[in-house]
């Protein structure tokens, strides 16, 4: 036993830290349940050999817990070393056992000892936490007093003269005890004013572990009765509870000065860890390679119906119920868009948490990181998250199932995984799409379905507990309540507004609800305001359970408040369901990449695993050298194309519209003249515009006809709907250059208005076109005119066809009309109403019935079939008239201005071909390419538009061969890693 001022205390508080931990300074505890095993000193007086040693406990819940154990250190007799470390250290030692003292005192006599659970808090935040760092147990902890100038902290210490200052008047302290329980024990009703001593009671009736008792005790509190029985009992309580929060003051400062000291040392270790001390032992976090896992998992089901059972906490709620308050309390940062009954989540966010030397946090495919200690900085991350949000929200939807990933690192960040998902409505509003509260639901439901998932639902404590969905919905989930844990929030609001504060007890302990949790708590998570800092929320949320009836009255207890207690108690719950769960989930993804594995085998044995990435590299090189291959093409190929299919495209024009109606003149004047105006009129409006259609269309077909032949080539089908999509959206957005246009025009029309044949071999060039271009127009009205009338009698005899009484009609009708053409030979390409009359006459006396319409179209074939034989017959005789031209058929009969009409519109094809063709080469084929990249490039970044255009059993194979072996490995890396730290 140990007597102080007066007092006396046990030796197992001074125990319950030794030094053999390997740590030269004491450590105080971080966990509730060995602070409230040491105050009632369970293991005082207890002989029995074989009870656990106290120091046990205390290295299993303190932050020194993974640290290897030192030595024991030589008596201070055999070496003088270890005394002069002993000695430097002796006020320290001091302090810390009169703190220790003073705390077992303070905190049982103030909140039933809820003052001892806030102070134990803070010193535990003073610590580092060394988890992460068992790395660094060969080169840091057995020379931390070379990392540490330990004698400066030292020095920074008070003085003795301070620290007694601080000190309470302990024998005053123990007589004020010895009054409090005389009145307790006599049963003496205090009122309101004495609820706050219970804790104390308890204390002081302990069996065997009463923590004030000496020799003198039944003296002394005789005498302190005769003495307080003198003035009046609320004057002593008043005072005595004026002297306790006097001393508490005191010592808070003094706390507040060790803890900001504290930051500094840990903040120091971090940035040294930080700047790569030990990178070559340590890459990445624990934390870090388990959410990794995650996002692959993520990304190789979506709906989660794979075998993923890896724990994460989900975090459900009904809208507006303080998620995300909660979430960011959490990750001590203001880090979400915020809205006033605005559905602000729209998708879920996995937001990693994890210890670092800076608040920071970034995205899983963006390597900008986002400084949480700057305002600008927090509203350019919300922001960029919002922006997300809506980006993955499909049209005609309100909400997404894709999921965003943030990692989010700092000081003394709880380490785990939360998925943070839309809040459950009960009644879809105006501008929601139809299906928003259905698609919500199952959204929950896949996450939360997952049997190792730790459901964090929130439920706000501010409303009536019958307005909520989301405990029906996780009761569905998860009805025994194993992986459940309540968060009752606005529990200020609760208190101000319900009538009962009862009601609030019922909720906390589970007895309102149906639904069952492991755990219940209740926070605080600001006062509503979005220009809230986290500081102010946490300072506004002690401060209220500090002095709130429900706290004091016993209705909740210490550890079941403070979002700082349920950081910590749910993420010791995820990391005991990753322990238990992990090395399952490897086993069974390594059984599925055997399957896989063997069905490649047996399916694609001269095959290479590639899977869709890899394939669309591969697909997008062989394009790109197809796209090249057309600079590969010749000047003569691409001018012969040009010609030919520009003439396909205008030359029933010409025929129709300019030959003939000039043809129809009588002299060459006039012939020359329509000629003239005609194809001015054509070069103005038409043939500019069907010149590039012809020159963009001839480029497609290239193009398509290299893609063709190089399929031949060990081409993969695989390819086929990719290339098919490149090629049309290549052209689809290809637009000629515009310029283009007009230099084409003035080309042409210059072209058009040259007369001037200039040797015998251009006039022989024009005749033969034109030769052809006849013979084509005539074998083609020749087809039309059989398809008129029928088979002829020869073809009905050999072959037993007959003709349709239409065609017997036209039949006739073609006879009277070509007996006509015999009689007119130079008839118009007309015929005049009183000749159609005649011939409709003559075919009734043959009991044939016509209409005039039938008797002009035929008229119309027949002419032009007549019109086409006399100009071949003038083009045989214009072969021998290169003589009479270059006289201009001065004294000659022959006439022959329509082959010069064909040798311009041959020039004219023949200079279009050659400009259209340096424009291909030079400007267009090279565009084309552009935007073939460009192509490539977009459809490269869009996931589903790859997954759409490169299909088949092979690719989802490789996919998922490729997926479950990164898994695999990530979660061999990851085991391996956690039992290091083990």
């Excluded at 998932?453 to 989301?470: K, T, Y």
Aim: aromatic letters at 8%; glycine letters at 4%.
């Amino acid at each position: 036993m140990l007597r102080v001022g007066g007092s006396v205390v046990c030796m197992a508080c001074r125990n319950l830290v030794p030094t053999r931990t390997g740590v030269r300074f004491r450590v105080p505890l971080q966990k509730l349940h060995p602070l409230y095993r040491a105050i009632h000193h369970r293991y005082y007086g207890n002989t029995n050999s074989q009870r656990p040693h106290h120091h046990t406990a205390t290295r299993y819940f303190t932050s020194m817990s993974r640290l290897p154990m030192r030595p024991p250190k030589p008596h201070p007799g055999s070496g003088g070393r270890s005394y002069q470390q002993r000695r430097h250290f002796w006020v320290a030692r001091l302090a810390a056992r009169l703190l220790k003292l003073r705390y077992i005192l303070l905190g049982s006599a103030v909140g039933g000892g809820y003052t001892a659970k806030k102070t134990y808090d803070e010193w535990k935040d003073m610590l580092p936490d060394f988890s992460e760092y068992n790395w660094v147990i060969p080169d840091f902890v057995w020379e931390l007093s070379e990392q540490i100038d330990l004698d400066k902290l030292a020095k920074a210490l008070p003085e003795m003269e301070e620290v007694a200052k601080l000190l309470p008047d302990f024998e005053k302290i123990g007589e004020n005890f010895a009054f409090i329980k005389s009145l307790l024990s006599s049963g003496v009703s205090l009122g309101s004013e004495v609820k706050g001593a219970s804790g104390l009671l308890l204390l002081l009736e302990t069996s065997g572990d009463a923590p004030l008792k000496a020799t003198d005790a039944s003296s002394a509190a005789s005498q302190d009765d005769s003495q307080y029985k003198k003035s009046s009992d609320k004057e002593r309580i008043d005072q005595l509870q004026e002297d306790l929060l006097r001393t508490q003051l005191k010592y808070q400062r003094m706390l507040e000065r060790l803890e900001k000291e504290n930051k500094e040392l840990r903040k120091v270790v971090l940035q040294k860890d930080d700047k790569g001390i030990h990178q070559r032992k340590v890459k990445k976090s624990l934390i870090d390679l388990y959410s990794e896992v995650l996002d692959i998992l993520s990304d190789y089901d979506a709906n989660y119906n794979t075998q993923d059972h890896l724990p994460r906490v989900v975090v459900v709620g009904d809208q507006s119920a303080g998620k995300t308050s909660v979430l960011e309390m959490i990750a001590q940062a203001r880090i979400f868009p915020r809205g006033s009954g605005e559905m602000m989540t729209r998708s879920p966010v996995k937001v990693t948490l994890s210890e670092g030397p800076h608040h920071v946090a970034l995205f899983k495919d963006s390597g900008r990181e986002f400084d949480l200690t700057k305002e600008e900085d927090l509203a350019a991350l919300r922001h960029e998250i919002e922006l997300r949000m809506r980006k993955s929200v499909k049209e005609g939807q309100t909400v997404s199932c894709e999921t965003i990933s943030l990692s989010v690192k700092g000081p003394g960040i709880q380490r785990m995984v939360l998925v943070d998902l839309p809040g459950v409505i009960s009644t879809v509003t105006t501008g929601m799409a139809s299906d928003t509260k259905e698609t919500i639901f199952s959204i929950s439901k896949a996450y939360m379905q997952n049997p190792n998932a730790i459901i964090l639902c929130i439920q706000d404590g501010s409303v009536d507990a019958e307005r909520s969905i989301v405990t029906d919905l996780v009761s569905q989930m998860d009805p025994h309540g194993k992986r459940t844990i309540f968060v009752l929030t606005k529990v200020d609001l609760a208190e101000k507004n319900l009538a009962s504060p009862s009601r609030i007890q019922q909720i906390v302990e589970g007895k309102l609800f149906p639904m069952k949790a492991l755990g219940y708590f209740a926070v605080v998570t600001g006062k509503g305001s979005s220009g809230e800092s986290i500081d102010s929320i946490k300072d506004y949320e002690e401060d209220f359970f500090q002095n709130s009836r429900l706290l004091r009255d016993g209705m909740l207890k210490a550890h079941q408040v403070t979002t700082k207690n349920l950081s910590l108690a749910v993420s010791d719950c995820f990391w005991k369901m990753v322990r238990e769960s992990v090395e399952q989930q490897a086993d069974v993804f390594k059984a599925s990449r055997f399957n896989l594995e063997t069905e490649w085998k047996n399916n694609y044995p001269r095959l290479r695993e590639l899977d869709r990435n890899e394939l669309y590299e591969k697909a997008k090189n062989e394009i790109l050298d197809e796209v090249i291959s057309l600079s590969q093409v010749t000047p003569q190929h691409w001018e012969a194309i040009l010609q030919k299919k520009l003439w396909e495209r205008v030359s029933t024009h010409v025929i129709e519209n300019i030959y003939l109606p000039a043809a129809q003149t009588m002299d060459s004047g006039t012939f020359n003249t329509t000629i003239d105006i005609k194809l001015k009129q054509w070069t103005d409006k038409q043939l500019p515009h069907k010149a590039l259609e012809v020159a963009w269309e001839t480029l497609q077909e290239e193009f398509a006809r290299f893609m063709a032949e190089y399929k031949g080539k060990d081409q993969d089908d695989i390819f086929d709907k990719l290339k098919e999509a490149v090629k049309d959206e290549s052209i689809k957005r290809h637009k000629w250059n515009e310029r283009a246009m007009d230099s084409l025009r003035v080309i042409q029309h210059n072209a058009l208005e040259d007369r001037s044949i200039t040797d015998k071999p251009q006039w022989d060039a024009a005749i033969q076109f034109m030769e052809q271009t006849l013979q084509s127009r005539l074998k083609d009205t020749e087809a039309v005119i059989i398809d008129m009338v029928g088979p002829d009698w020869k073809e009905r005899w050999m072959n037993w066809k007959n003709r349709t009484p239409d065609q017997h009609v036209r039949n006739e009708t073609k006879a009277e009309l070509d007996r006509l053409l015999k009689l007119h030979d130079e008839h118009t390409a007309y015929l005049a109403n009183d000749e159609v009359t005649t011939v409709r006459k003559n075919l009734e006396g043959r009991a044939v019935e016509v209409d005039p319409v039938l008797i002009k179209d035929t008229w119309h074939q027949l002419y032009r079939r007549h019109f086409l034989q006399k100009a071949l017959s003038h083009c045989n005789l214009c072969k021998r008239g290169f003589y009479y031209y270059q006289r201009h058929f001065v004294d000659s009969e022959l006439e022959c201005n329509d082959v010069v009409l064909f040798w311009r519109i041959q020039r004219m094809l023949v200079i279009t071909a050659n400009t259209l063709r340096q424009q291909l080469t030079n400007t267009e084929v090279r565009r084309l390419e552009k935007n073939v990249k460009e192509v490539l490039d977009d459809f490269g970044e869009d996931m589903e538009k790859k997954s759409q255009l490169i299909t088949g059993r092979r690719v989802q194979l490789a996919e998922d061969l490729k997926k479950v072996r990164e898994i695999q490995e990530k979660l061999e890396a990851f085991i391996e890693a956690l039992h290091k730290e083990k």
